[in-house]
């Protein structure tokens, strides 16, 4: 079992929701679990995994003030939370730093042992940097969660790989990602400095530094695909997550 979920004391919460998360529960003991929390009526839920860069102590406390809905276990620098909406806790990690999260799928009681796995590994798409890159959801993700599973040597060799990494290493190079990762989770640039609360001539200047360095436009959805792929991959390989050693 997770670290996260087998720290237990003697609280029922910390006792009971382990057995929530847990792939070998039997479906109705996880019914029985909920009952026992008295958890919300709607029987569905998120769950998210947080990673915190430095453990500050007082991260459970930060959740349920965001959330009161939200119930969660802390283990060290990471958490596991559950809510019927992951929408206060999302805002809460993006505007957090040092703080970052992957969002599971929405589950019914039965099945949040998967929505548990899919925010673990939606949690390796992202980093301690930029707003925009501290939260992932899974559903949202889609077929790019497939890129977990590629050996290690196959992303290296991905196109558009190497200069993303110049970029990542560059002074201004972050922000310039940045603004890349924003302009692909939104279409446009438009929507990329609502995103990042920029003025529209900013994020604009950043991609064009951005297409310079890739020696293509990011006009279409393609090119911007590939973009993409490139920047998470890079992400996994710096997190260590990959499918296989090779």
Partial sequence: MDPVISDLNASPLRRLLPGLLDADTPHQERERIWDALQLWPSRQGVVLTLRERTPTGGLLHRLTDVDPDCVALVCGSEAVSIVPHCTSLRRFVQM???????????????????????????????????????????????????????????????????AITVLDEEENGRAELEALEALCRTGTLRNAAKLLHLHHSSIAKRIRNVERALGYRLTDPLPKGSAYIALLALRLLKSGVHSEET
Avoid at 121 to 127: G, H, I, P, R
Avoid at 144 to 150: C, F, N, P, Q, Y
């Fill in 96 to 162: 957090t730093a040092g703080l970052r999260a992957g969002i599971g799928s929405t589950a019914s009681v039965a099945d949040l042992h998967l929505s548990y796995a899919r925010s673990r590994e939606a949690l390796a798409f992202t980093d301690y940097g930029s707003p925009v890159s501290r939260a992932a959801s899974y559903a949202e993700l889609g077929a790019l969660t497939l890129l977990a599973r590629v050996p290690r040597e196959e992303l290296r060799r991905l196109p558009d790989l190497a």
